[in-house]
């Protein structure tokens, strides 16, 4: 009896082993997905800044031109543990000029490396995933461009069951739905960029909406303001809701992300700063855009309840 | 002072300072006709604040308010460095405003630009 409840046990965990394998296996995109042209790296880089690749690739610490190195390095700290960006310079072993576009394009939409292995959902491809294929292929093309750098960056430091990455194919069964952007045929042109930049590229979302226990965005509160990922203080609501940015005009939230300046001459601080000074980089319809798309979201309290 | 008192100087002393910058905006930026004296006046109200800001986070009131980093009180040197350097070129700035429109643009420039450099640091998360 016992023997065979024993056999029974070694089966069962078998059994959950092969699902746990058959359910975390990376799903990548093929080749034939990719257009056959040579990207433009011009409408690249204007991606790069709207993605603010720099925040968190550049070195710790980096200015000016030195910026643009992206050897990696950050710790960005979190409830999971802390996770330090790769290296995504064109060198061919330490970064990423190895990479085919197909490679980074997998990054991006599926949160993939070149053989398949998970990525951590700390780099915001749910995010990146709303990026059409013919964008990314521009912004590679305009990473091509980076100057190299031979850092490695440290390990991620996370505790397990964190530390298993097989396991983020759970995650991802979950809360990756692999949706590029569609514009909404409803609103305006200007909205709808606006809603690209917003929803994919800028990846406003990672901070400005709050995340469930499994670390997933949790769109009730939809920009509505969230805990600061990194423990301390509260990323503000951005919608016109209790607690948000009602009171500011289009006008006043296009300027605030040209120059970090609310309409009251407060500044901007924190990790926003960064981010102000990678929109600072578009043309300013862009930031028009965005503008107009945060003041069409439906307005919502501060997703705490304070304000 | 107790710590809420503190936490609500801290908020009162930074909004005089955006307050100035704001009224001071509009020479800068050739929105409003030129007032020498009142750009000087917004100036020295900043290198005032500026000046007095930093004896606001004594060792112990690391809570007075929600928006302080602990990097202040890690730092505090650089911290106060950060506020100095404030006062310094808002003094300039109230100096240039006596040089006429354009001297205060390029010296008001430089006085906001430390609005974001010291809130990066030490502010959190916006």
Known sequence: ?307 | MAASDLGKQREADMKAIGGALKAASGFATGKEAYDAAAAKAAMETIAAKATKFPTLFPEGSEKADGAASPKIWENKADFEAHAAKLATDAKAAATAADSGAEAFKTAFGTVAANCKSCHQLYRLSD
């Not at chain 1, 700390?122 to 995933?129: A, K």
């Not at chain 1, 750098?149 to 430091?157: C, V």
């Open chain 1, 1 to 307: 009896m016992l023997r065979r409840l024993g056999i029974a046990v070694v089966a069962l965990a078998l059994l959950g082993g092969a699902a746990f394998w058959v359910l975390t296996a990376p799903k990548p995109l093929a080749a034939a997905d990719i257009p056959d042209r040579p990207g433009d790296p011009a409408r690249g880089e204007l991606l790069f800044w709207a993605g603010g690749c720099v925040s968190c690739h550049a070195a710790p610490g980096a200015k000016g031109d030195d910026k643009l190195v992206l050897s990696g390095g950050e710790a960005i700290v979190s409830p999971f543990g802390t996770f330090h960006p790769p290296n995504i310079s064109p060198d061919k072993t330490h970064g990423i000029g190895s990479w085919s576009t197909l490679d980074f394009v997998n990054a991006m939409k599926r949160g993939l490396g070149p053989g398949g292995e998970q990525l951590y959902p700390s780099f915001p491809y749910t995010s990146y995933q709303r990026m059409p294929i013919g964008d990314l292929v521009d912004l590679k093309a305009y990473l091509d461009t980076l100057p190299p750098s031979a850092a490695d960056a440290p390990q991620h430091e996370l505790p397990f069951p964190f530390s298993i990455r097989r396991g983020i194919g759970l995650w991802k069964l979950l809360y990756l739905d692999g949706e590029t952007f569609e514009p909404d045929p409803a609103k305006s042109d200007e909205i709808n960029r606006g809603a690209y930049l917003v929803e994919g590229p800028g990846h406003c979302n990672e901070c400005h909406t709050p995340r469930n226990m499994l670390g997933a965005l949790d769109y009730s509160h939809h920009l509505a303001g969230a805990p600061n990922p990194s423990g301390k203080g509260f990323v503000p609501n951005i919608t016109g809701g209790k607690g948000g940015i009602g009171d500011w005009s289009a006008e006043d939230i296009a300027n605030f992300l040209e120059t970090g300046m609310t309409p009251d001459f407060d500044s901007v601080g924190g990790t926003m700063v960064e981010v102000q000074e990678n929109m600072a980089h578009l043309p300013a319809s862009d930031r028009a855009a965005i503008a107009a798309y945060l003041k069409d979201l439906p307005p919502l309290p501060r997703s705490d309840g304070g304000g």
